[in-house]
């Protein structure tokens, strides 16, 4: 019987990743706490689960690192080896390689993998090195044997307690027979104690059995493998019959591991599912009887059928946000990642970092959580290698040695806020200018507002440090953060040594408020959305080559037509000339525009259907949705719309300045 | 009548692929994710043959041995445990709460069948 277990490859692997982040966030924790018996041994059951799986789908490398691991943390264990920053950084190191290596089913050996198990090893203080058992050899490898038959003699003596640990002899007499072929058995019995003395939990018996077999006498042995301490057993050949000893091959490779796209699948708490099936249960329960009474409507049934509609509707209502909290992960998962990152950083700049974070049960759509990663990454590491000073530096500023980052989340009306702070210089605005006026993005001239000056940090190609740092990457800075903080359909701000985003909870399902241009109906996302003003024609401004502009209260707003913009014709419905005309007004940042429109329709919870899957990508637009009465409407994408109006702004100037509307 | 087999671990992958071999050869197989788990499973059906790892959290396979041995009614049960460990030190240790043999890991499919086969009457 061939069983292949190959398709528990996928579970394996998710598996693994969550028991590497275990270990991972574990070595962190490790330094400030190094004789916490718990969380070694949490990190290396972690290790060791790894290494049970591994082995059984023939992943040698996994074996060979997590078997190195576990040694040295078993060391650790037993207090033969102390956790120092060295041993904790190879740790670390032999969980990246583990991570490369359990990513998907044909990762390749990673380079240094050898140098990372040697230094293992030496931290555990052994040269020891084989990673797989003798035993797991046995069990892969075949035996082939070319023996002729010979008899055996078989002393199997039990100890009265050998029944206590659920081996029974008459189980091992069977499995014997099945060794070869009983020739004759013989029967101890003077142990036998009187019918009024005897326990039927004790075993009072033994035996002497003649086999003959064509096995070699390991299969005898391994008969009684289970009850070594506990009997005695003595397997002698008989005279005349010579044993050959028996030849072990290995098996041939077992051909080219099947390849197969590594599918991106989630794990989920049964619990969340059970609440999903729960609920469609109830909605099942509901349509039927929906069904039923509309089979036989009548009058009187009215206000049922109303009943059985508004279960219905709540069944909607609360399937509708459990499917989404399937996809949700708590924030906490990206805060370990960035636990690690802050380790790494303090190593390689030698500076002092402690990380503090906060709201880590936050949850977040997963595709939110994934595209945040790498903006959270930046901006930690721009705290840590521009904001915190060295630890001179920063005694000599009266601070204390140890410089702090703190990251936390939490939920902000329907949105997830993410603050960032360090205690470090914060943005420094002279060089800002100085460099943005070097670099030409700003005319040597100009009198920006602080705030501009902040901004200037998103421009692309935008870099204050003179040397680029092996850390904060090449030139691709903070416009990068932005540009992915604004896919997300989110917002970001920098005020000194505090950075805030806004994202979305989800990116499936947002809240639109659904405007009227001339004969379109357009959704704008409500994050985006500041407050909507009635205009009267005074307000509006005609700035020379900027274009026109609304003042609402004491500021300035650029304005643009919708209708203009998408070149709409004008709306055949009638308008009232005294009517005062509608803007929407939008932020992105801090930089603001009004939106014209003829009507506001109403807010509705939209779910977004992307259009370049099955169109192409219209510009200004983030996909459309379907509306409450089964039409197709198009979501604005409020940050193109801004910067088409700063584009235009830039090119009508014809020098390389920036738009900032603050 | 299938016989029934209690498989303890806290790895899925590893419950699954025990699972899923025994499974295929014709037992119906319990799952739980560790010893506290197990002894709950254990009360509340009969099991045939139980195959546990060791290190588990919140109770831990030697424990759960003991505990199984506890039981008036399971004094004769099977219990097979799982380790990756070759040391005798497990083993011994596992012997001594009650373990009736061992399975390495990791396992091809047949030996483990080969294993639970040799235990159950």
């Known amino acids: 019987m061939k069983i292949d277990v190959s398709h528990f490859l996928d579970t394996f692997f998710l598996e693994s990743a969550e028991h590497l982040s275990t270990i991972e966030s574990g070595l962190l924790k490790l330094m400030a706490s190094p004789s916490d018996a718990e969380l070694l041994n949490s990190i290396f059951r972690a290790a060791h689960s790894i290494k049970g799986g591994a082995g059984a789908f023939g992943l040698s490398d996994v074996v060979k690192l997590t078997h190195a691991l576990e040694n040295l943390l078993d060391r650790m264990r037993n207090g033969l080896a102390k956790p120092s920053s060295d041993s904790v950084a190879t740790m670390l190191q032999a969980v990246d390689f583990l991570k490369i290596l359990t990513a998907h089913r044909d990762a390749e050996s990673p380079a240094g993998m050898d140098e990372t198990i040697a230094a293992l090893n030496s931290a555990a203080g052994s040269s020891e090195s084989p990673a797989v058992e003798s035993s797991s050899a046995s069990a892969l490898g075949a035996a082939v044997s070319e023996q002729r038959e010979a008899d055996y003699k078989v002393v199997f003596q039990p100890h009265p307690d050998l029944l206590t640990t659920g081996c029974n002899p008459l189980l091992l007499l069977r499995n014997l027979s099945y060794a070869g072929t009983v020739l004759s058995t013989r029967i101890e019995t003077k142990d036998l104690p009187s019918l009024a003395e005897l326990e039927t939990s004790r075993c009072y018996l033994s035996w002497e059995i003649i086999i003959r077999t064509g096995n070699p006498i390991g299969d005898l042995r391994e008969v009684f493998e289970f009850v070594e301490e506990l009997a005695r057993v003595e397997i002698t050949p008989l005279a005349g019959n010579p044993v050959i000893e028996s030849v072990s091959a290995r098996p041939e490779a077992t051909g080219a591991q099947e390849k197969s796209v590594h599918e991106s699948s989630i794990r989920v708490a049964t619990e969340k599912i059970d609440k999903v099936i729960d609920l469609v249960g109830e909605m099942v329960i509901a349509q039927s009887m929906a069904s039923e009474l509309v089979e036989n409507f009548s009058l009187d049934t009215q206000d049922r059928l109303k009943e059985c509609l508004a279960t219905l509707d709540r069944c909607v209502r609360e399937l509708h946000e459990r499917t989404l909290s399937v996809r949700m992960l708590p924030v906490g998962t990206l805060f370990s990642r960035v636990q690690r990152l802050v380790h790494d950083l303090a190593q390689k700049t030698g500076k002092k970092l402690n990380l503090l974070t906060s709201g880590e049960g936050t949850e977040v759509d997963r595709g939110v959580l994934e595209l945040l990663a790498d903006p959270l990454t930046h901006l930690i590491r721009n705290s840590a290698d521009h904001g915190i000073e060295m630890p001179a530096e920063r005694i000599a500023l009266g601070k204390p040695e140890m410089g702090t980052i703190s990251v936390s989340a939490s939920h902000l009306a329907g949105s997830v806020l993410i603050e960032i702070e360090d205690d470090g210089g914060g943005l420094n605005l002279k060089r800002i200018r100085e460099k943005a006026i070097a670099k030409g993005l700003i005319p040597p001239t100009s009198e920006l507002s602080e705030e501009r000056l902040r901004q200037l940090i998103f421009e692309p190609g935008f870099s204050t440090r003179s040397e680029v740092s092996d850390l904060s990457g090449r030139g691709v800075g903070m416009d990068v953060v932005k540009r992915n903080v604004t896919a997300l359909n989110g917002t970001i701000e920098v005020c000194g040594t505090y950075v805030k985003i806004l994202l979305p909870l989800t990116l499936a399902i947002m809240d639109g408020l659904i405007v009227r241009v001339s004969d379109h109906r357009f959704v704008l996302p409500l994050i985006s959305i500041i407050e909507t003003v009635a205009i009267r024609p005074e307000q509006l401004l005609n700035v020379a080559g900027r274009g026109e502009a609304v003042r609402v209260r004491d500021e300035v707003i650029p304005f643009l037509r919708l209708q203009k913009m998408f070149h709409l014709e004008e709306s055949k419905l009638e308008r009232d000339e005294d009517m005062p005309e509608l803007a929407v007004i939008v932020e992105r940042g801090s930089l603001k525009a009004a939106l014209l429109v003829d009507e506001l329709l109403g807010q509705q919870q939209l779910v977004v259907k992307s259009l370049e899957k099955h169109f192409r990508r219209i510009e200004g637009t983030l996909g459309a949705t379907i509306l409450g009465d089964g039409s197709a409407g198009l979501i604005l994408d409020v940050g193109t719309l801004i910067d088409s109006l700063a584009k235009t702004d830039r090119t009508s100037k014809e020098n390389k300045r920036i738009s900032l509307v603050a | ?121």
């Not at chain 2, 759960?64 to 099977?78: C, D, E, G, T, W």
């Open chain 2, 1 to 121: 009548m299938a016989k029934t087999a209690l498989i303890v671990d806290d790895s899925t992958t590893m419950r699954q692929m025990v699972a899923f071999t025994l499974r295929e050869a014709g037992y119906q197989v319990i799952e739980a994710e560790h010893g506290q788990d197990a002894l709950d499973k254990i009360c509340a059906q009969p099991v045939n043959v139980v195959i546990t790892d060791l290190n588990m959290p919140v109770m831990d396979g030697f424990t759960f041995i003991k505990n199984v041995r506890a039981m008036p009614n399971h004094k004769f049960l099977p219990i097979l445990m799982l380790t990756t460990e070759s040391q005798l030190s497990k083993k011994e240790q596992g012997k001594a709460a009650g373990a009736t043999g061992w399975i390495v890991k990791p396992f091809d499919p047949e030996k483990l069948l080969q294993v639970v086969a040799k235990v159950l009457p």
